[in-house]
């Protein structure tokens, strides 16, 4: 052999060496990893939690069926693997990454990985995090719509069952609670319920002797027992599994025995994720903003601006434009976002309150003029304690004329054509502790309103120069509106003599009338109406 061919021979040996020994380490390593893994865990995800929040997490413990009760005295055997499944259920905790192997060989080895946010901050920054995050979220609680209470089913029929309020995540699983067989006087030599699911499967959490289960893990469970108090004894372990997935929908499970049918309604839609807005301070330049769309009439739109000023001199400003040739609109706190020409009413409404980072907005004309009347610290106050989403002011028109604009509406079934609506001026009835402020389903064209509700409608940017109650169609239903006469803009004169219009009030005029055609046919395409009545 030739020195050459030796020399290659060494090399080969030492790569093949060296290979081996790099994926010995890589396993040994990995094998490391993936111990530390599964068996060290996080610390707790906060250092410091408010002792309100603790309080608030100990009374929502849920307590189990099977837990108190006179049944007591019948035995069960818990199925752990069951029990594991259900348990999950509330398993909030990630495996702790290990810091010191954090390779990314996808896909060859992908490691899994968790990050507990709150390490990101230093003691102090989380102290003051987490007590803004509670009291942001305090405020959500407080102004959220009540939860649907959990209603059991309990009267003449000897099915008891819950008959609202019952909620599980998708794909996951929930006890059903409040479930009895109760016939006091009939005696029958055995006892059969029966359960059909739709979107799910049903299974017992626990084996009691004396019950006979079929179909376990399936839509249809059957349960039958001798001794009717071994059958409840059961019925307080039944497990409902979701497996048709769908975000937002609801499974309606019977509960049968003998002639008797119940109906029990499972809500399957994920759990509702906190929307908080971060703000330090607790004045109004830190939760509202200032929102306003302008088109050509830069010189009302700078009396708006001053008028702010004048009375709120670091709020924000958020303007959206969507003139021909856009003037610069400069100054502390104002955004000035432009859009292309002649976009319109609507589009440039969404557009402003898009770029809105405060938990409310006040949104205004541009050719309104703040006084000492708008008092946006009493909207602050009725909407921050109560549950309203739009909260309205009055607007101050030519020779002192007060408008508020407050307007019911009524939607009657129709025929094939469509269905009638009726649109009433005046309110339903005064908003608890503030009797200044009256409940309507529309407000005139200055109001505070909650961000993220109000993003959750949107405006449609079909109405492009007309239209404002069309908003209000849109949220009926989903919108919880009121007005105050307590607080009120002025509005630059309507109605200038026809002399004295500028050739930017005609240009703006000719933009701005639209014939009522227009209006009509896109109510009666969208909304689906064949008529309106104003009364």
Partial sequence: MSPRAVTVCKHRAMLRVLLGACLSVFVVMMTFNLFLMRTVRAPADLRYIPAAWRKGKAAEDTKFPWEGGDLQDVPFAMKEEVLQMVANEK???????????????????????????????????????????????????????????????????????????????PRKSTIIPGLKLRIPDEKVATYTVEFIARLGVLTTLADVPGVAVEGAESTYLSLTADELTHLNRQLQFIVYTNTYFDPDTVDYVEYRYGGFVGVIPIQIHY????????????????????????????????????????????????????????????????????????????????????????????????????????????????????????????????????????????????????????????????????????????????????????????????FARIGHEEFFLDGLGKLRVASCSHVSVSHTSKMPLPWKKSKLDLQYSSFRDKPESFKYKQLFYKFNLKCIHLN
């Fill in 91 to 169: 398993n909030c905790s990630c495996p702790y990454e290990n810091p010191l192997i954090k390779l990314t060989l996808h896909p060859i080895y992908h490691p899994p990985s968790s990050a507990y946010l709150s390490a990101v901050f230093n003691q102090t920054e989380l102290r003051d995090v987490v007590n803004r995050k509670y009291r942001e979220r305090d405020r959500l609680k407080q102004r959220a719509p009540p939860q649907t209470p959990l209603l059991f089913a309990d009267g003449r029929s000897p099915l008891s069952y819950p008959t609202q309020g019952l909620r599980v995540q």
């Fill in 271 to 462: 759990k509702p994720m906190l929307q908080a807005f971060n703000y330090v301070d607790d004045d109004i330049a830190s939760k509202v903003t200032v929102a306003t769309k302008t088109f050509l009439r830069y010189d009302k739109l700078r009396q708006m601006i001053d008028s702010v000023r004048h009375f709120y001199p670091t709020i924000t400003i958020i303007i959206a434009d969507d003139s021909e040739h856009p003037e610069k609109v400069e100054g502390q706190n104002i955004e000035h976002y432009t859009m292309p020409f002649n976009k319109g009413w609507f589009a440039g409404r969404n557009l402003a309150v898009s770029q809105v980072t405060t938990p409310y907005f006040l949104w205004v004309d541009d050719d309104f003029i703040f006084t000492a009347e708008t008092r946006v610290d009493l909207l602050l106050k009725v909407i921050e304690n109560t549950n309203l989403d739009i909260v309205g002011g009055g607007v101050y028109e030519e020779l002192g004329i007060r408008n508020s604009w407050t307007q019911k509406i009524r939607i009657e079934d129709g025929d094939e054509l469509g269905d009638c609506m009726f649109q009433t001026k005046g309110y339903y009835h005064k908003v608890e502790g503030f009797p200044e402020c009256v409940v309507a389903d529309v407000v005139i064209n200055f109001f505070l309103g909650d961000t993220a509700k109000v993003r959750s409608v949107g405006f449609d940017p079909q």
